[in-house]
Every structure is written in C-alpha cells, then in structure tokens.
T-cell receptor, first 117, second 112 residues
Framework: GAGVSQSPSNKVTEKGKDVELRCDPISGHTALYWYRQSLGQGLEFLIYFQGNSAPDKSGLPSDRFSAERTGGSVSTLTIQRTQQEDSAVYLC???????????????FGAGTRLSVL | AQSVTQPDIHITVSEGASLELRCNYSYGATPYLFWYVQSPGQGLQLLLK??????LVQGIKGFEAEFKRSQSSFNLRKPSVHWSDAAEYFCAATGTASKLTFGTGTRLQVTL
C-alpha cells in the first residue's frame, strides 16, 4: 500500500492474555518505529528498527513487551500477560532511513487501539 | 533530559481568525523539529519540518512555523483558520537518535 498499515485497528482483550499488533511499513523504508499514545503519558517511543542493526529497545516499559521485524519489513509488537495500564493506542511509523537528516521523516499508521478489560 | 513542551492543552479560535500554537524544546544541541496533526481516529500527519537554514518554514494546509534559537521555540502559525483544522497538534523533536520526542499536544477547537 501507499502508507503505513496497522492491524487490527481495534483490539479488546482480557487482562492476562497475550496480544500481537502488526505493522506494514511503507515499501522501501528501512527504519520502523513503535510508539504508544495513552491519556496519562502522551506519545512515548517504544522501539526502533533500522535495517539489520540491533533494535533500540530503550522505550519498552517492561519485559512483557517485545517486538520483531521479519525480513526487514513487517513488524509485530507483542504484549504478554496484558495489564489494564497497557490500554492505549499503539502507533507504528516508518522512514526511508534512520538517523538525523532529511530522510528521517517518519510516516505514521492509523494505530491499533488496545483495550484491556 | 531532552524534552518538548506545549504549554497550551486546549485552544479555541473562531473560523477565519489567526492561530499560533506554542512549542518549546530542551535539547543539548539544535534538534530537528516537526509539527504533526492528528484527527480523531487517525494517525499523525506531518505538517512541516525544520532541519536547518531558513528559520521560517512552510508546510501543508497553509501552516508555517518559525524556529527561534534564542527562545528554544518552534511555534506553529496559520493566518486564517478553517473549521477543518480542528484536531490535535503535536510538536516533536529528534536529535542524533532517531526516535521522536513529542510534546503533550494542543487540542484545537474551531468555532463557526
């Protein structure tokens, strides 16, 4: 597609269940980012992938959160044993390349709204 | 610590009036600066960016922003607001790292 695609758009789960959120970046973009948008915390960086380099996981809030990027394209964010405080909108973005400079414009998907009951 | 501050949580303007949304940053060096807009249920759309050079940058939808190093500010402006501009606006910055640091957002309401 032309833009960043995220699925599902909405996810309702029960506390303690695992969830997987998917992101399809713009074709040809080597950098991929996950952010979380919640009422109490605003927009927070979670994790960043750039090519074949080790991901920057510095924003992951706990070891229940993990992400992978297969084949340098699609990424999956997994939350294990979900808690109510995990309820938020999870946004994915991609950019042509990572690092500062004119190519690091991040384009965002519409997000996945996660509700943990 | 690096941070971005948007002092105004909520702003209401009349259609046709001018608009200025404030953004201040705290970074070790001049960061790369962005303004994004988010409509309900949508992702973030880039309005404009500042990397270097001319301190007045033009963006889409008639928006512009001015970078002022002395004030560590990057305020967003529009001469005449349209009802369709009602949305949430986020200022963001990045330095040598790639991740964006966002302000808390300003919700714009436009009255007819």
């Amino acid at each position: 597609g032309a833009g960043v695609s995220q699925s599902p758009s909405n996810k309702v789960t029960e506390k303690g269940k695992d969830v997987e959120l998917r992101c399809d970046p713009i074709s040809g973009h080597t950098a991929l980012y996950w952010y979380r948008q919640s009422l109490g915390q605003g927009l927070e960086f979670l994790i960043y992938f750039q090519g074949n380099s080790a991901p920057d996981k510095s924003g992951l809030p706990s070891d229940r959160f993990s992400a992978e990027r297969t084949g340098g394209s699609v990424s999956t964010l997994t939350i294990q044993r979900t808690q109510q405080e995990d309820s938020a909108v999870y946004l994915c973005a991609s950019s042509l390349s990572g690092g500062p400079g004119g190519q690091n414009i991040q384009y965002f998907g519409a997000g996945t709204r996660l509700s943990v009951l | 610590a690096q941070s971005v501050t948007q002092p105004d949580i909520h702003i209401t303007v009349s259609e046709g009036a001018s608009l200025e949304l404030r953004c201040n940053y705290s970074y070790g060096a001049t960061p790369y600066l962005f303004w994004y807009v988010q409509s309900p249920g949508q992702g973030l759309q880039l309005l404009l960016k500042y990397f270097s050079g001319d301190t007045l940058v033009q963006g889409i939808k008639g928006f512009e922003a001015e970078f002022k190093r002395s004030q560590s500010s990057f305020n967003l402006r529009k001469p005449s607001v349209h009802w369709s501009d009602a949305a949430e606006y986020f200022c963001a910055a990045t330095g040598t790292a790639s991740k964006l640091t966002f302000g808390t957002g300003t919700r714009l309401q436009v009255t007819l």
